[in-house]
């Protein structure tokens, strides 16, 4: 199956792909609960994602420019894509050149 491209989310889809992070960081909600927001990209594109639950390890090992195999939900905000992300791991050398802007 080919991998999707940013370009390519649709919404309710359920994924499964590599994806550079552009930028982390660790926000709270209203209520004050924490989550972790990322924006992730490729060379189509760039995606917000939030982990709401249990992140703690993936805020941890993440970093700026660093490639992840996310598994998520894609879901609409505010008339924008977004992940809702299940789970994410980390790679430090990109696993597919598709990934690298340009």
């Known amino acids: 199956m080919k991998t999707p491209f940013v370009t390519d989310l649709n919404t309710e889809q359920s994924i499964t792909t590599f994806f550079l992070v552009h930028e982390k960081e660790?926000?709270?909600?209203?209520?004050?609960?924490?989550?972790?927001?990322?924006?992730?990209?490729?060379?189509?594109?760039?995606?917000?994602?939030?982990?709401?639950?249990?992140?703690?390890?993936?805020?941890?090992?993440?970093?700026?420019?660093?490639?992840?195999?996310?598994?998520?939900?894609?879901?609409?905000?505010?008339?924008?894509?977004?992940?809702a992300k299940n789970s994410t791991r980390s790679f430090r050398n990109s696993p597919l050149p598709s990934l690298i802007p340009g």
Do not use: C, H
């Open 26 to 83: 660790i926000r709270n909600t209203r209520e004050g609960k924490p989550y972790l927001r990322l924006e992730l990209g490729d060379r189509s594109g760039t995606i917000e994602a939030r982990m709401w639950d249990q992140f703690d390890v993936a805020a941890k090992d993440i970093s700026r420019d660093d490639f992840v195999k996310v598994n998520a939900r894609v879901e609409i905000y505010r008339n924008r894509p977004q992940l």
